[in-house]
């Protein structure tokens, strides 16, 4: 149902485009880009929901969790991003995708500063609830958290765009974006849920959680770096590329992710 939803979303920003003959970019409005990004974030929302059918956790905390996301995640990562790191050569300046600079600063900058914040908003509230008593909610929060902090990210993206949105163009690149950053969380959301119930000693835990923050942060900031190489090589001009590459790499992550919770959801 929801991912009929998803579809339907993106078919119908297609189908208003060939109906009213909108064959140029958009100046998107407040409230359109709000809507653009919202509408995702709840259907991807509603389909991870469903995925803890055991034991589903109470609405309203996983509801605060993305709140938490769009509001305290979100903003708190571009901060990091753009006023709390020295410049000092993290910027990408070189032209070469694989330049040191680039890579540098798409994962130790803008791939860490975004995952520890969608990682210390639950760690430092739902984690400390009685209910966050199983592996699988650890999925489930993050999951969710990556959600709130993806429609933070695709209204600002939308936003910037100015006159240059493809209606068609910015409905899939919300729902991919969504997907994308819900699944990165949501890997680190399956160390996390793993490691609060493990019988291993503390630093073997605070290995865990380090590796899983750097694996999340490498796979948020390789899909940054190929996503602004797209942008830089033509992306402009076929832009669905750019979406195509965006889906395989989230609907990678996202599959290996569902294998990885349903061991979850057996074990539970």
């Given at each position: 149902?929801?991912?009929?939803?998803?579809?339907?979303?993106?078919?119908?920003?297609?189908?208003v485009?060939r109906?009213?003959g909108?064959?140029?970019?958009?100046s998107?409005?407040p409230?359109?880009?709000?809507a653009?990004?919202?509408?995702?974030?709840?259907?991807?929302?509603?389909?991870?929901?469903?995925?803890?059918?055991?034991?589903p956790?109470?609405?309203?905390l996983?509801?605060?969790?993305f709140?938490?996301?769009?509001?305290?995640?979100?903003p708190?990562?571009d901060?990091?991003?753009?006023?709390?790191?020295?410049?000092?050569?993290?910027?990408?300046?070189?032209?070469?995708?694989?330049?040191?600079?680039?890579i540098?600063?798409?994962?130790?900058?803008?791939?860490?500063?975004?995952?520890v914040?969608k990682?210390?908003?639950?760690?430092y509230?739902v984690?400390?609830?009685?209910?966050?008593?199983?592996?699988?909610d650890?999925?489930?929060?993050?999951?969710?958290?990556?959600?709130g902090?993806?429609t933070?990210d695709?209204?600002h993206?939308l936003?910037?765009l100015g006159?240059?949105?493809?209606?068609s163009?910015?409905?899939?690149?919300?729902?991919?974006?969504?997907?994308?950053?819900?699944?990165?969380?949501?890997?680190l959301?399956?160390?996390?849920?793993?490691?609060k119930?493990t019988?291993?000693s503390a630093?073997?835990?605070?290995l865990?959680?380090?590796?899983?923050l750097?694996?999340a942060?490498?796979?948020?900031g390789?899909?940054?770096?190929?996503q602004a190489w797209?942008?830089?090589?033509?992306?402009?001009?076929?832009?669905?590329?750019?979406?195509?590459?965006?889906?395989?790499?989230a609907a990678?992550?996202?599959t290996g992710?569902?294998?990885?919770?349903?061991?979850?959801?057996?074990?539970?």
């Amino acid at each position: 149902m929801f991912i009929g939803g998803l579809i339907g979303f993106v078919g119908f920003a297609w189908l208003v485009e060939r109906i009213f003959g909108l064959n140029r970019p958009l100046s998107l409005g407040p409230m359109l880009a709000v809507a653009m990004s919202i509408v995702p974030a709840a259907l991807w929302l509603g389909f991870f929901y469903l995925w803890d059918r055991h034991e589903p956790e109470p609405r309203h905390l996983v509801a605060g969790v993305f709140a938490l996301g769009l509001f305290i995640a979100g903003p708190l990562s571009d901060f990091i991003r753009t006023q709390a790191v020295p410049p000092l050569g993290l910027e990408p300046q070189s032209t070469s995708l694989l330049s040191l600079d680039h890579i540098v600063y798409a994962v130790l900058v803008l791939g860490l500063a975004q995952e520890v914040c969608k990682y210390a908003v639950v760690r430092y509230s739902v984690y400390l609830s009685k209910e966050f008593d199983e592996p699988m909610d650890g999925v489930v929060y993050m999951m969710a958290v990556g959600t709130g902090f993806a429609t933070w990210d695709n209204y600002h993206q939308l936003s910037a765009l100015g006159n240059n949105v493809f209606l068609s163009i910015g409905a899939a690149k919300a729902v991919v974006n969504t997907l994308a950053h819900a699944s990165f969380a949501g890997a680190l959301g399956y160390v996390m849920g793993r490691t609060k119930f493990t019988r291993r000693s503390a630093p073997v835990r605070g290995l865990f959680l380090f590796l899983g923050l750097l694996g999340a942060a490498i796979l948020n900031g390789q899909f940054a770096l190929v996503q602004a190489w797209l942008k830089n090589t033509g992306m402009q001009k076929y832009p669905w590329r750019g979406i195509a590459y965006a889906a395989v790499v989230a609907a990678a992550v996202f599959t290996g992710l569902m294998l990885a919770a349903r061991r979850l959801l057996h074990d539970s």
